[in-house]
């Protein structure tokens, strides 16, 4: 019985093994054919917004920062979403307790 269980173990742990192998070919073997693609070397790429065709509004203001400067149109997008979360998440509580559900702190009789 002993040696029936040491086999199990025997051919659980190869059965491990060969997974992990093939898993480790899958994902370094593309990296490995990428590397050795050889051509020319990459040429920095610069992405743009097209305003050209835009009506000045929000949206023109977005993209014109986004051309100009991109920590600011970041720091404009974050804030954005922080902005709209705060609006929605806000407006989803009054809806709530508009419809009489608290949400709020349990009180626990023991």
Known sequence: MKNRKISILVRFRKYHI???ILMLAFII???????????????KI???ADTR???????KWIADIYNSNLWLYGAVIVLTMAGM????????????TFLGINLG????NE
């Open 18 to 20: 060969a997974i992990i």
């Open 29 to 43: 073997l593309p990296s490995i054919a990428l590397a050795a693609g050889g051509g020319k070397p990459a040429t």
């Open 46 to 48: 610069y992405n743009v």
């Open 53 to 59: 065709n835009m009506e000045p509004g929000l949206s």
């Open 85 to 96: 979360g705060l609006f929605i998440g806000l407006g989803m509580d009054k809806l709530v």
């Open 105 to 108: 702190k349990l009180d626990h």
